[in-house]
């Protein structure tokens, strides 16, 4: 579910409203954050890590301002 989420929001769902695209984009990186600790303990936690560090890259280079 989250994964799906985090690419649409890659997205310029509303060209006429960037400024509110990457504010979206640092609250769900916010949130995505704030609720890693339960999953440290899976065994495909290293995986896992990989894949939100890559929609973290996606995300600071999706922008055009240094809100992120």
Known sequence: VLFPLLTKLL?????ADVGGMEETRMR????????LSPLLSLSTFAALWLTILDFMDKYMHAGSSDLL
Not at 11 to 15: A, K, L, V
Not at 28 to 35: G, M, N, V, Y
Request: avoid cysteine; charged fraction near 15%; hydrophobic fraction near 30%.
């Open 11 to 15: 997205e310029n769902i509303s060209p």
């Open 28 to 35: 769900a990186s916010t949130l995505l954050s704030k609720h």
